[in-house]
């Protein structure tokens, strides 16, 4: 998926874009219609605690219009660090922790639920859209929700199926037809989800494509969610400061900063 479909603006013109900088790029809402180069004190990701002075990108914004723009270095709020620019480690490096780390393990075996704690340190929806805080508070338990829902129906079908296979008959078509239009849905909205998260982690990164230009994201996502889902627990986990839990929100211990 290409970074030109997001519905958010680039605001180039705030800020020099500089990896060595450590420009992390923040959501803003437009308070107003501006022109391009009007400052004001936005809040980043809609939290009143944040606030910065923002200045808006070329080309202007209207009111209500949801544009990233590059945090100031000044900036010294409590917020988990990470490498801008590049990722912090490459897609196959899923033991750089350590064969028994819960980054490793918790992407392998509950991927969406992994991928639901990167939502939360990103404050994104379950369908790994920018959301203020009000909107992506719940996220984790609504993406566990899902998976916990799957599973469930999952397994009624499993029992409603298990009679015809002991007596040898033909299991109904309607059996058949049920179990592909849940693995479906799951299916895309798991592909989709992931490819909006990693395309919101390189976008407030500043991480570029380096294969499969105008669709790394998707093409990731689709073939290799496990390693993309580890790559990002890692790159967007301070592991070096706070320790990987596997059964919170965020995969860290209560109380760890957000990624801004």
Request: proline share 7%; charged share 15%; with cysteine.
């Amino acid at each position: 998926m290409d970074m030109s479909d997001t519905p958010y603006t680039n605001a180039e013109g705030s800020a020099p874009l500089n990896p060595t900088e450590e420009t992390l790029m923040v959501h803003v809402t437009a308070p107003a219609s501006l022109q391009a180069g009007y400052t004001f004190e936005a809040e980043i990701n809609g939290d009143p605690d944040k606030v910065f002075t923002c200045q808006v990108p070329q080309g202007g914004v209207t009111e209500g219009q949801v544009f990233l723009t590059p945090l100031p270095l000044t900036y010294d709020g409590l917020r988990l660090r990470a490498p801008v620019g590049q990722w912090k480690d490459g897609l196959c490096d899923c033991c750089a922790l350590g064969v028994c780390h819960p980054t490793l393990w918790c992407a392998l075996c509950c991927t969406q639920i992994a991928m639901g704690q990167i939502m939360s340190r990103m404050q994104l929806t379950w369908l790994g859209e920018y959301g203020p805080i009000a909107s992506t508070a719940n996220t984790f338990r609504v993406v566990v929700l899902l998976v916990a829902s799957y599973y469930a129906y999952s397994t009624c079908l499993l029992m409603a199926e298990l009679p015809y296979a002991t007596q040898g008959v033909p299991t109904p078509t309607s059996i058949a037809v049920l179990k592909f239009v849940g693995s479906f849905v799951v299916s895309v909205w798991a592909v989709y989800s992931l490819c909006r998260v990693r395309e919101n982690v390189r976008a407030r990164y500043q991480i570029p494509e380096t294969r499969c230009a105008g669709c790394e994201d998707l093409c990731c996502s689709l073939w290799c969610s496990c390693c993309v889902t580890s790559q990002m627990l890692r790159h967007t986990g301070e592991h070096e400061t706070y320790p990987a839990v596997c059964c919170t929100r965020t995969g860290h211990p209560p109380g760890t900063p957000i990624v801004v």
